[in-house]
């Protein structure tokens, strides 16, 4: 037996070598964007000298190792720093010390880590990031993204279609049927077993498929068109209001930023109108929406917000430039929610987490990590703009539509929801940005702060030599 498993481990390692040298690293990020999201810890999980392993684990250290070894090969393009760079710098040196200036060690016994909230919130979406920024691309590159995607999604939507329905049955994998993993059991939440996150790939995926229906052929655009209607019905099914923005407002995104004319104010116009006929016909449904609990729970949690909001302006208040430290606003709170100087019921708050992304970094981080926070994704979204308004190719301008998009979506959930605690959170987002980046980087598109002039552009290069 030793011996077939050393044989086994040979010729895994050769043709793990070969897939490095020559594999597609874009593809090779929505690879570990599924099997980060189907596959994960709560696929499985085993220990290997007493630490514990899963596939999405294993899987960002091979695409880190594949992109060091085509780097080293000259097949990647190591683009200059840009104004960007020194932004996102300045935050996770911020994340860093934060984090490690506080008492990162006293852990309660059902709090994430922060070490472990460090990494998989932000430090695997970042190595995604440097993936996509400096990656070759091509029409051909973006049209296999597109599908790859696409795919990805209607697994996505069809898993949550079951879930809606209760055929639990027929769901893979099968712990998507266990009540007690994850949370959000009845709603649609797909394989990441939590309806926000569900609901970002769910927005970015039908977004993919829109965008592929301008890059297919006229036989292939009824097929690919018959799948939005998918999306829709999933993306109902989560029962989540800001999953409902998130996917509205990138549909809105989509349709301003690729057709012309009369067809977009039309279908703009239409869109708006539905949506604000669905609000003021059925506020009081949306706003009393029976989920998993009952509708005064649902209302509760509704008002919480406001609970919410006081007590972090309150500690925001207290350490405007620093703030608490990273990933300790569950214990931090704890001080505040004895104020009784306004009508709220704080002590509601004591076993959750952060109920706002944007709010629980203003905490934890203060002003010195909100600000350049904030200012990180509000490039992401210039970028992903003056990409999509550009006079670039078409396929690089739908990389542009689907930036603009998922910034909307990611802010939909950021007002609501924290998304940055397990590692699928925020890695669509951020491989996104890193392909934006680098396009908008290509197409002359931004400012460099670098004084060291680049090498030609591969685009240019390939130009040229046409």
């Given at each position: 037996?030793?011996?077939?498993?050393?044989?086994?481990?040979?010729?895994?390692?050769?043709?793990?070598?070969?897939?490095?040298?020559?594999?597609?690293?874009?593809?090779?990020?929505?690879g570990q964007l599924v099997v980060t999201s189907v596959?994960?810890?709560?696929?499985?999980?085993?220990?290997?000298?007493?630490?514990?392993?899963?596939?999405?684990?294993?899987?960002?250290?091979?695409?880190?190792?594949?992109?060091?070894?085509?780097?080293?090969?000259?097949?990647?393009?190591?683009?200059?720093?840009?104004?960007?760079?020194?932004?996102?710098?300045?935050?996770?040196?911020?994340?860093?010390l934060n984090t490690f200036s506080h008492d990162f060690?006293?852990?309660?016994?059902?709090?994430?880590?922060?070490?472990?909230?460090?990494?998989?919130?932000?430090?695997?979406?970042?190595?995604?990031?440097?993936?996509?920024?400096?990656?070759?691309?091509?029409?051909?590159?973006?049209?296999?993204?597109?599908?790859?995607?696409?795919?990805?999604?209607?697994?996505?939507?069809?898993?949550?279609?079951?879930?809606?329905?209760?055929?639990?049955?027929?769901?893979?994998?099968?712990?998507?049927?266990?009540?007690?993993?994850?949370?959000?059991?009845?709603?649609?939440?797909?394989?990441?077993?939590?309806?926000?996150?569900?609901?970002?790939?769910?927005?970015?995926?039908?977004?993919?498929?829109?965008?592929?229906?301008?890059?297919?052929?006229?036989?292939?655009?009824?097929?690919?068109?018959?799948?939005?209607?998918?999306?829709?019905?999933?993306?109902?099914?989560?029962?989540?209001?800001?999953?409902?923005?998130?996917?509205?407002?990138?549909?809105?995104?989509?349709?301003?930023?690729?057709?012309?004319?009369?067809?977009?104010?039309?279908?703009?116009?239409?869109?708006?109108?539905?949506?604000?006929?669905?609000?003021?016909?059925?506020?009081?449904?949306?706003?009393?929406?029976?989920?998993?609990?009952?509708?005064?729970?649902?209302?509760?949690?509704?008002?919480?917000?406001?609970?919410?909001?006081?007590?972090?302006?309150?500690?925001?208040?207290?350490?405007?430039?620093?703030?608490?430290?990273?990933?300790?606003?569950?214990?931090?709170?704890?001080?505040?929610?004895?104020?009784?100087?306004?009508?709220?019921?704080?002590?509601?708050?004591?076993?959750?987490?952060?109920?706002?992304?944007?709010?629980?970094?203003?905490?934890?981080?203060?002003?010195?990590?909100?600000?350049?926070?904030?200012?990180?994704?509000?490039?992401?979204?210039?970028?992903?703009?003056?990409?999509?308004?550009?006079?670039?190719?078409?396929?690089?301008?739908?990389?542009?539509?689907?930036?603009?998009?998922?910034?909307?979506?990611?802010?939909?959930?950021?007002?609501?929801?924290?998304?940055?605690?397990?590692?699928?959170?925020?890695?669509?987002?951020?491989l996104i940005a890193g392909m934006n980046a680098a396009?908008?980087?290509?197409?002359?598109?931004?400012?460099?702060?670098?004084?060291?002039?680049?090498?030609?552009?591969?685009?240019?290069?390939?130009?040229?030599?046409?």
């Amino acid at each position: 037996m030793p011996i077939l498993i050393a044989i086994f481990a040979l010729v895994g390692l050769v043709w793990g070598t070969i897939l490095a040298a020559r594999g597609n690293l874009l593809l090779a990020c929505v690879g570990q964007l599924v099997v980060t999201s189907v596959f994960g810890v709560y696929f499985l999980q085993f220990d290997v000298g007493g630490i514990t392993l899963s596939l999405d684990r294993l899987g960002i250290v091979c695409l880190v190792g594949a992109f060091v070894l085509q780097w080293k090969l000259g097949k990647v393009e190591i683009r200059p720093w840009m104004t960007l760079d020194t932004v996102m710098a300045i935050f996770f040196g911020v994340l860093f010390l934060n984090t490690f200036s506080h008492d990162f060690r006293n852990i309660g016994p059902d709090d994430v880590p922060p070490v472990q909230h460090l990494i998989n919130g932000y430090l695997i979406p970042l190595a995604i990031y440097i993936v996509a920024r400096n990656i070759k691309y091509d029409e051909k590159q973006v049209d296999w993204f597109l599908v790859a995607m696409t795919i990805f999604g209607v697994y996505l939507a069809v898993t949550g279609i079951l879930e809606g329905l209760g055929l639990y049955g027929f769901v893979f994998p099968r712990y998507i049927a266990d009540p007690k993993v994850g949370l959000h059991f009845s709603r649609a939440r797909g394989p990441m077993v939590q309806s926000i996150s569900y609901g970002v790939y769910l927005c970015g995926c039908m977004l993919t498929t829109c965008l592929l229906w301008y890059r297919t052929s006229s036989k292939m655009r009824w097929f690919v068109l018959g799948l939005v209607p998918l999306f829709l019905a999933a993306i109902f099914f989560t029962k989540t209001r800001t999953v409902w923005m998130g996917g509205g407002l990138s549909l809105l995104a989509g349709v301003f930023l690729t057709m012309q004319g009369k067809a977009r104010a039309v279908l703009i116009t239409g869109m708006v109108a539905c949506a604000l006929l669905a609000v003021v016909a059925k506020s009081d449904a949306i706003m009393g929406l029976k989920r998993e609990g009952s509708a005064e729970d649902t209302k509760r949690s509704v008002s919480m917000r406001a609970s919410f909001t006081y007590v972090s302006w309150e500690m925001f208040l207290d350490r405007p430039i620093l703030g608490h430290g990273f990933s300790q606003f569950k214990k931090a709170k704890l001080p505040y929610l004895a104020d009784r100087n306004v009508d709220l019921v704080l002590e509601l708050l004591r076993e959750y987490d952060h109920h706002n992304t944007f709010l629980s970094v203003l905490c934890d981080l203060g002003l010195a990590g909100f600000l350049p926070y904030l200012a990180m994704y509000c490039l992401w979204l210039r970028d992903a703009w003056r990409q999509a308004r550009s006079n670039s190719p078409p396929w690089a301008k739908a990389v542009g539509v689907l930036g603009v998009g998922m910034i909307l979506v990611a802010f939909s959930q950021m007002v609501g929801h924290e998304i940055t605690f397990m590692p699928y959170e925020q890695s669509l987002i951020f491989l996104i940005a890193g392909m934006n980046a680098a396009l908008v980087y290509d197409f002359g598109l931004v400012s460099r702060t670098s004084s060291i002039q680049p090498r030609q552009s591969w685009h240019s290069q390939t130009a040229a030599q046409g």
